[in-house]
């Protein structure tokens, strides 16, 4: 946490390196490298580069904006886009950048409205919207103003043992300034995802707009780049083996106060169904976008998303064994035992208990919660179909202008569903394939309900109920659903194949939640005695503490350094353009090399981006503390200059969601001076590096 870095952390950062007080990182009372630091999109980091708002962040945290722009004529994805102007900068609908304004440590007063606050379930403690009022309380009593665009965030931390309240102001004018071609900001895709050594080009640019006053505004075309109070200095002088970083960001999830036994459930379920689900989906939908453009287009950034934790499920799973990670829980456990026992204390022994029981009772439920969100509501886009009860309820009213207006509304999502899924075969082809695996794993007597139907109606034949879908439903066609819309009918909808299929999926949901949160109900009051406890094992030790991610900013420091994987295997910490080439393979779009990167490589035409030895460096590894919602995250120097943008994790280091390992765990970075020559030589928008501060 931030607000711990000069009590807790600024000694061993600066005995590792750090050249600048804690204070010009995180200052509550005035302006800090985190004012330049920026919650991008809600799922991933940036940073602003820029007195005029321009954010630097990942690709693939672009990757939407880019798509949402691409079309078969402008296809910025396979090409690449630079704005040369202001004027053809692209609004981006939907994206949004948040800063964050204050952090305020209000345990104190949250325990005090605990105590007052009616709580009939117990449950005020970890409750969002519970914690959303004491928020506005909280605010008021102190006379903090909800301006334009600012929101208040109120989180438990350490499973509501501390809790602090985050100020945030977010701008929804956001505008796409650069990408690279997915040639250069993908190199490697899949194959190398979650790898290193790596050698893409990681990153795409964004500028954050506003009203003539600065304060956030909606999408105008008066509106005019920010003026931002901080941006950062970039360096070009790079890193050398053992130098200090540190990192900031949004990371997403991650689960360090786990014991063994819930470790097991995460490998044997949702990790298990994940690898197993997933891998069958992509295969059919690499298979159906390598035969079209516009297909692949169209489901360009849905396969990112789903390889992207398909892989590190399976990473994860092979580290866990690898590193044996539940030896390591099962020890920290016996310590925390037996220092209740020294201090005769039995809350640790019964928390510990309780939450062994609980995982044991929610384990079916969650096996099969698992496999119905992977299989069919992840799994199949077309379930997605819009809902049809306003139409239900006003037929049932018999009311004609009820029954008009909620066609009419019916008729304009129908229209948004359609144009979100315009390839009803691919939709085919997967939802064939995902009812199979689910069947596979979930024995008959325990799916959802559908498959009576499919069992009686289409006997059992899966494939020949997914054809009825998309031959008779009425979404499963425009034509099915233009003729329905002309005449619906209540017997129609009842009977519809999607229909129920949704029905079904959603009771299926359903129906493992109430198995889990029956099994849960004592979990969260568990957990937080367990993780007081190993709060207070770790201070009593002299350790520092930091609570689970859950996207609020966080910082994490290590150095730049090698790592060595496995007996006579060592990895460098940085890699340069000569491995791109070397990985070069024109017949595989995942190493493509675009014929401008190769004459520049040719010529050695790097500008001063080079390093000291004349090489290009594309990326470099540093042994922080990253995870998902890291991507896009600044990585400075012990200056507090930006040398690079974090993007990934290393395959050895995929353990680390649930137990960091600094000797195998390392983030993959871009090299800024990789991205800088992109831009400037590649890209030949030398305007945008002309607008940076550069040292």
């Known amino acids: 946490m931030l ?55 990942n690709h693939h945290c672009g990757y ?76 008021k009593s102190e006379g903090i103003a909800l301006t334009p665009g600012r929101k208040l965030e109120l989180k438990a931390f350490y499973g509501g043992n501390r809790y602090y309240l985050f100020v945030k102001t977010t701008y929804s004018d956001i505008r796409m300034v650069g990408a690279p071609p997915s040639s250069i900001g993908k190199f490697g895709a899949d194959t190398d995802n979650w790898m290193w050594p790596r050698h893409t080009g990681d ?7 506003a009203d003539k006053d600065g304060k956030p505004a909606a999408y105008s075309k008066d509106n005019v780049p920010l003026k931002v109070k901080k941006h950062l200095t970039i360096s070009l002088d790079g890193y050398r083996e053992g130098d200090f970083t ?44 390598a035969k079209d453009a516009r297909t692949r287009i169209q489901y360009a950034a849905k396969y990112a998303s789903s390889a992207n934790y398909w892989k590190n499920a399976i990473g994860m799973n092979e580290g866990l064994v690898r590193l044996k990670v539940l030896d ?6 016996e310590a925390l035992l037996a220092r209740g026992r020294s201090l005769n204390d039995n809350s640790y022994q019964q928390a510990f208990d309780q939450i062994r029981a609980i995982v044991k009772q929610r384990r079916p439920a969650l096996y099969h919660q698992q496999a119905i969100q992977e299989a069919l509501v992840t799994g199949l886009d077309f379930m997605r179909i819009p809902s049809t009860a306003g139409l239900v309820s006003a037929l049932k009213n018999k009311d004609k202008k009820q029954i008009a207006a909620a066609k009419d509304s019916l008729q304009k999502a129908a229209d948004r569903y359609f144009a979100s899924v315009p390839f009803p075969e691919v939709e085919r082809i997967v ?27 289409f006997k059992g034949n899966s494939d020949a109920f997914i054809d009825a879908c998309f031959e008779h439903s009425i979404f499963g066609n425009k034509e099915n659903f233009a003729k329905f819309i002309r005449k619906p009918s209540l017997y129609k909808i009842n009977t519809d194949w999607m229909v129920l299929l949704k029905y079904s999926i959603t009771d299926g949901l359903l129906q493992t939640s109430i198995a889990m949160m029956d099994a849960n109900k004592n979990y969260n009051a568990a957990h937080k005695v367990w993780v007081k406890g190993m709060m207070d094992m770790k201070l009593a030790n002299g350790q520092p503490i930091y609570p689970d991610a859950n996207s609020t900013l966080r910082l994490t420091y290590g150095q730049v350094l090698p790592y060595a994987p496995a007996d006579g295997v060592k990895y460098d910490y940085y890699t340069t353009l000569k491995g791109a080439m070397e990985k070069e393979d024109p017949d595989n779009w995942e190493f493509v090399v675009p014929a401008k990167l190769k004459q ?67 983030a993959a970075c871009v090299d800024i001076r990789y991205t800088l020559f992109i831009i400037d030589k590649y890209a030949g928008a030398s305007h945008l590096i002309e607008e940076m501060t550069i040292k």
Not at 203 to 209: C, D, E, G, L, N
Not at 250 to 265: A, H, K, L, Q, T
Not at 328 to 333: D, F, G, I
Not at 602 to 613: L, S
């Open 203 to 209: 990153f795409s640019m964004f500028r954050i707009y």
């Open 328 to 333: 390591t829980k099962r020890a920290q456990q």
């Open 64 to 139: 939407g904006a880019i798509q949402q722009h691409s079309s078969v004529e402008h296809d910025y994805l396979t090409d690449g886009f630079w704005a040369m102007s202001r004027e053809e900068e692209l609004p981006c609908k939907g994206l949004t950048v948040t800063y964050i304004d204050r952090i305020l440590d209000v345990t104190e007063y949250v325990n005090e409205q605990l105590k007052t606050d009616d709580d009939p379930n117990g449950t005020n403690y970890l409750s969002p919207k519970y914690l959303k009022t004491v928020a506005d309380r909280f605010a």
């Open 246 to 289: 540190f990192v900031m960001g949004f990371p997403g999830r991650n689960w360090r106060y786990m014991i063994s036994d819930e470790v097991e459930e995460r490998m044997q379920t949702t990790n298990f169904m994940r690898d197993t689900i997933r891998g069958v989906r992509l295969r059919v939908l690499g298979e159906e976008m």
């Open 600 to 666: 520049l490589y040719q010529a050695k035409d790097f500008g001063r981006y080079a390093m000291p030895n004349g090489e290009m460096p594309i990326c470099f590894i540093v042994n922080t503390d990253n995870t998902g919602g890291n991507s896009g995250s600044p990585v400075f120097n012990a200056k507090g200059e930006l040398i690079g943008t974090g993007f990934d994790r290393n395959y050895e280091g995929l353990t680390g969601d649930i137990a960091f390992r600094p000797s195998s765990q390392r």
């Open 431 to 457: 939802g064939k394939e995902m009812l199979k695996i689910y069947m596979k794993y979930i024995p008959a007597e325990q799916r959802i309900g559908i498959f009576q139907i499919i069992d009686k109606r």
């Open 3 to 57: 607000t711990d870095l000069q009590k807790q952390n600024e000694v061993a950062m600066t005995e590792l390196g750090l050249l600048i007080p804690t204070n010009q990182i995180y200052n509550p009372d005035g302006i800090a490298l985190k004012d330049a630091v920026v919650h991008f999109g809600g799922g991933c980091t940036g940073e602003v580069i820029s007195a005029e708002g321009l954010v630097l962040t």
